[in-house]
Nanobody
Framework: QLVESGGGVVQTGDSLRLSCAASERTFSARYMGWFRQAPGKEREFVAAIPWSRSSTYYADSVKGRFTISRDNGQNTLYLQMNSLKPEDTAAYYC???????????????????WGQGTLVTVSS
């Protein structure tokens, strides 16, 4: 129900845009988010956006460099990543939550639907 694309191998300072195509039912979830997991590390929150697109939320590590957006007409979630750093190297996952509240959107436990992930590698 969630399919990510757009990952790849880039150099430090480059940009990438990730996409997540969703079914209409899944995309109507209360919140959509991006998480990432680097090798040997736990999955961590990257960004989230509500269905209304009224606000966006970011991890401190990506704030000012990444932008989350969604096209509700196309049922697609995006993550524009600029000024990429080697520490951004990870598998990036799209997620949807039908029940999250604002205080929980940074927790992976709040999300019921997950994509298979797309790999981003940033070389120095």
């Amino acid at each position: 129900q969630l399919v990510e694309s757009g990952g790849g191998v880039v150099q430090t300072g480059d940009s990438l845009r990730l996409s997540c195509a969703a079914s209409e039912r899944t995309f109507s979830a209360r919140y959509m988010g991006w998480f990432r997991q680097a090798p040997g590390k736990e999955r961590e929150f990257v960004a989230a956006i509500p269905w209304s697109r009224s606000s966006t939320y970011y991890a401190d590590s990506v704030k000012g460099r990444f932008t989350i957006s969604r096209d509700n007409g196309q049922n697609t979630l995006y993550l524009q990543m600029n000024s990429l750093k080697p520490e951004d190297t990870a598998a990036y996952y799209c997620a949807a939550s039908t029940s999250a509240i604002l205080s929980s959107i940074r927790s992976s436990n709040a999300y019921s639907y997950w994509g298979q992930g797309t790999l981003v590698t940033v070389s120095s």
